[in-house]
């Protein structure tokens, strides 16, 4: 794990940070407040020992700032106080605190906290990188791709690069459930997500957005350049043989193409790229299936 600890006399920190790198972590460690802040602010971490009594800025109100933000809002912190009376255990919970544990700390009782907030952190990243993922193929779902593609458009506007999407469709994809059955159908859908990942650039964002209809996000790309990667993408899945118990077969899919406009805001981009996409892939079918329409 990677663990901020912030004090501010030296002499706490080592000994803090001497026991937390024994337990086999990463330390990340702050001198104030302040800087507990910025560095939980630009680096990720697990756990948080946080001291009450700093310059600057409390621990307390270092729990309440990292519990309000949403980057930070599900670390696990540990506030630490030489007073001891219930009242201060009461205000550090109160302010976002995980937990409390005395000063001067004694090394098994940290060991033990360490531990507890070890196995919550844990079961919380496990949840959310759940949430994140399409379970039959592994990539990011439709909550989590519009999510990163917020993100992306940020980062094109910022940078003023292009931006496109792709929605890609399998063609009669009920004919093969019907005929070959659900498990051949969810080997298709496997075996097209790897097809796709293998002829894309890192940077590439996949998502299943429905049933048999994927996205892919393609950073700093023009919508000509678009139109070539889905292009590609339609000749390797045509030319793909899927294995399956019934005997091995083929399957198509249409592609609608679109550029994203950063200029309509982070969300408002994608929406209307998304819609665009949307009406492109539909004269595709229209068009007889197995095609790229920008
Ligand atoms: P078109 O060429 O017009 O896209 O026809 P289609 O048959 O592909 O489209 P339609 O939307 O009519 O059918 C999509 C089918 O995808 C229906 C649904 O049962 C199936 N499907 C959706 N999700 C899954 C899944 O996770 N596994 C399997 N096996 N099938 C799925
Ligand atoms: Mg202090
Ligand atoms: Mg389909
Ligand atoms: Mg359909
Ligand atoms: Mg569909």
Known sequence: MR??????????????????ASYGHEVILAR??????????????????????????????V???????????YSYLILMTSHDEPFYEFKALDAGADDFIHKPVNSAHLKARLK???????????????AQT????????????????????????????????LIADID?????????GHAAGDEALRRFVQTLNSALRPGDLIGRYGGEEF???????????????????????????IGADGGSFRMTASFGVAA???????????????????????????EGRNRVVP
């Open 32 to 61: 104030d407040g302040q800087e507990a802040l910025d560095r939980a602010r630009a680096e990720p971490f697990d756990i948080a020992i946080i001291d009450w009594e700093m310059p600057r800025l409390s621990g307390l109100e």
């Open 63 to 73: 729990c309440w700032h990292l519990k309000a933000d949403p980057r930070t809002a």
């Open 260 to 286: 994203v406009e950063p200029e309509l805001g982070d969300s408002g981009g994608i929406d209307a790229a998304l819609r665009i996409a949307d009406a492109a892939l539909y004269r595709a079918k229209a």
């Open 134 to 165: 399409d379970p039959l193929t592994g990539i990011a779902n439709r909550r989590a791709f519009l999510e990163r593609a917020g993100e992306e458009t940020r980062r094109a506007s910022r940078f003023g690069l292009p931006l496109s999407l």
């Open 172 to 180: 009669h994809f009920k004919r093969i459930n019907d005929s070959r």
């Open 215 to 241: 996205v892919v996000l393609l950073p700093n790309t023009t919508l000509t350049d678009a139109t070539a990667v889905a292009e590609r993408l339609r000749q390797r899945v045509a030319a793909q043989d």
């Open 3 to 20: 663990v901020l600890i912030a004090d501010d006399t030296v002499l706490m920190r080592a000994m803090l940070s001497e026991q937390v």
């Open 116 to 130: 507890a907030g070890g196995r919550i952190t844990g079961m919380h990243r496990q949840l959310i990188a759940q």
